[in-house]
């Protein structure tokens, strides 16, 4: 599956903000940027990545169930 998300860098105070992206709605994508995204942007893509390769795992789970 692939997902995609825009960071944007604030040039006066070096900090990374959310752009476009196609990330699930479920996945609190909002709240991880508030934790993670004023210094820790490696963090953030790392938690994103658990969140979003969970979701797909239990995607292809049900698939197979079915």
């Known amino acids: 599956d692939?997902?995609?998300l825009?960071?944007?860098e604030s040039r006066e105070c070096r900090e990374w903000r959310l752009g476009r992206h196609s990330i699930p709605p479920f996945i609190p994508l909002q709240g991880l940027a508030r934790e993670f995204l004023p210094g820790k942007p490696r963090e953030f893509l790392a938690v994103l990545w658990q969140h979003l390769n969970a979701f797909v795992a239990r995607r292809?789970?049900?698939q197979l169930l079915q």
């Open 60 to 62: 292809r789970q049900l």
């Open 6 to 8: 825009e960071l944007q």
């Open 2 to 4: 692939s997902f995609h």
